[in-house]
């Protein structure tokens, strides 16, 4: 049932899930509360078109969250994206509720044949994301704040084998401070095994070259055993080399499995042998969400405030403090509120100005037509009074007066 969301965001709809997913896990993670509440968790998908990012995001979720594109006749041209595009679900595993939301953008080469305004869509869809949260943080009434904002970016590299392309860099580098970078290998079954090693070690050499910071999987002492070994795993395997597939197809000992079927074998999404799709998800849905929304919050969210505040004048010491100083809180609610009150004052002015100018020249124009006006009568009248006193002058001037001459005068001077 579509429901309207908040912020002016698209509606959320109610999803089934085809399978386990794994995310009822998180109360094995360091934050139980958000489990009890339910959560939000945000994911922005981006990289060329057509590199199976949606594929990717229906396997991850077991959910058709994108409707297949298998459904359309061939003769049909496949669906890109072109717009940013945000589509929510609810999704219940056990009792715990998952509000997921991703955010795609068109793939750059395609409809945005700019690499700066690639970069720029994406910037904007994250900052914007920040903002709304910021004017909810701001608001008097603070109960249900909505949180939308990026917790994760699955950066898809194109498979060439290679190494980054600038444009991959250049998003990077603008976006890595905003953003919980997560690198990922699309379509990992075009390239061999081999391959796959020395792109990796490729793709994080120019990451570590040019200072770029992704997400860092944080390993915990003092969780088991078999958490610490899956941390280590998973952080060994980024960036991820994963294939996506949300069909069933058999294998040849008769299995049914997620995957993708060639001549010469079964690629398994679900085995770790093929591909680290199972680790992506394990670190996405299971091990680091928690991680991945507290890092959003405490220093990536919390860096742009910082940054934003400053830029009205406020100066802050650190988060901590903050929340257990109201006074300081609400010094800086009190400077926001005082700067957006400057911010309409002066607009508000200046629409005055603008009318008053206005005026103005309308009363100038007009002030210049009566002149005009006053001159031409000025200069008509001063015309007739010539014209009267050459004829005066000509009469006194002319024959004596006869009563003949008087009376031809007298009616010339009527008639005229
Ligand atoms: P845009 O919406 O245009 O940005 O495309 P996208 O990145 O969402 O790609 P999409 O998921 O639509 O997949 C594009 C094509 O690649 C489809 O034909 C998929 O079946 C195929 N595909 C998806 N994932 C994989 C994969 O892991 N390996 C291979 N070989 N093909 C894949």
Redesign the pocket.
């Known amino acids: 049932t579509p429901a309207p969301s908040s912020a002016g965001f698209p509606p959320i709809v109610r999803k089934k899930l085809m399978g386990y997913v794994g995310f009822a896990n998180l109360p094995n993670q360091v934050h139980r509360k958000s489990v009890r509440k339910g959560f939000q968790f945000t994911a922005m998908v981006v ?10 995001i229906n396997t991850l979720f077991n959910t058709t969250l ?1 409707p297949p ?1 298998e459904v359309l006749p061939p003769s049909a041209e ?4 072109v717009a940013i595009e945000s589509i929510s679900a609810d999704i219940e595993e056990n009792g715990v509720r998952l509000r997921l939301t991703v955010v ?1 953008t ?2 750059f080469g ?1 409809f945005v044949n700019n690499e700066d305004r690639h970069v720029l869509t994406h910037y904007v869809a994250v900052m914007s994301r920040f903002d709304a949260y910021l004017e909810q943080e701001n608001r008097v009434n603070r109960q249900k704040i909505a949180d939308n904002r990026v917790h994760a970016c699955l950066y ?1 590299i194109q498979p060439t084998g290679h190494s980054l392309k600038p444009i991959d860099i250049e998003f990077m580098r603008r976006l890595h401070t905003k953003v919980n970078l997560i690198p990922i290998i ?5 390239l061999t095994d081999e391959e796959i090693a020395s792109f990796k070690q490729r793709v994080l050499n120019d990451i570590a070259y040019h200072k770029i910071q992704i997400f860092q999987a944080p390993t915990y002492e003092n969780e088991d055993e078999e958490t610490q070994a899956e941390q280590e795993e998973i952080a060994s395997k980024i960036p991820f080399a ?4 949300n069909q069933l197809v058999q294998t040849p000992d008769g299995r049914q499995v997620r995957g ?1 079927a060639y001549p010469w074998g079964v690629v398994e999404v679900d085995n770790e042998d093929h591909c680290d799709f199972v680790k992506l998800r394990q670190m996405l849905i299971r091990t680091y969400m928690e991680e991945l929304r507290e890092y959003t919050n405490s220093h990536l969210y919390e860096a742009y405030r910082t940054e934003k505040l400053l830029g009205m004048g406020v100066a802050q010491d650190s988060s901590v403090f903050k929340e257990i100083n109201p006074a300081l809180k609400m010094q800086e609610e009190r400077t926001l509120h005082e700067a957006k009150l400057a911010k309409m004052e002066a607009e508000m002015n200046l629409v005055f100005q603008q009318k008053v100018a206005e005026k103005e020249s309308k009363l100038k124009q007009s002030e210049e037509e009566l002149y005009a006006r006053h001159r031409e009568m000025k200069e008509a009248l001063e015309r007739q009074r010539l014209e009267l006193e050459e004829k005066k002058k000509r009469i006194e001037s002319g024959r004596p007066l006869t009563p003949e001459n008087k009376t031809k005068t007298r009616n010339r001077f009527l008639r005229a």
């Open positions: 990289g060329e078109s057509g590199l199976g990012k949606s594929t990717l994108y594109k496949r669906p890109k994206t795609d068109p793939g395609d898809f699309a379509k990992a079954d075009t994963v294939v996506g597939s993708r």
